[in-house]
């Protein structure tokens, strides 16, 4: 089973666009014998910032982007990092997706950010954009 983390652009991208990060989210999500989500409070807490912001500018839907979110909630695992780390100098706050991987001994980050995916690994976590790892699913 793959342990993975979904960064917030991630899922922002989904709510969005309804494009290939909405379909990736639907195939892992409802592929749980495959897959494992992780994700920390941390990152839960600027997932749920940014979707509050994005809704008062009239970008994302509300109802949409709850039912969502809701649906997230159910199937993610929360974990809790025990430790900080310094990678990313230029953002700090994508250190907190590297965190909540490290701490759930991930397998795959999976992000847009430009920042992170520069680095391709880190602790041996794979980091892939999303189309990237959409065409590695089975069947695609």
Known sequence: MLKIVIDSNVYISAIATRSFSYDLLLQILTHRNLYQIFISQDLWTELHATTTRLIK???LDQATTIDILELVKKLVHNVVPKER???????TQ?????ECAFAAKAN?????????????TFRGIAILHP??????????
Do not use: A, Q
């Open 57 to 59: 500018k009239k970008i």
């Open 85 to 91: 780390v310094s990678v990313v100098r230029r953002d």
């Open 94 to 98: 994508d250190n907190k997706t590297l």
């Open 108 to 120: 795959i980050i999976i992000s847009m950010d430009k920042d992170l995916l520069v680095l391709k």
């Open 131 to 140: 189309k990237t790892f959409f065409y590695m699913l089975p069947g695609e």
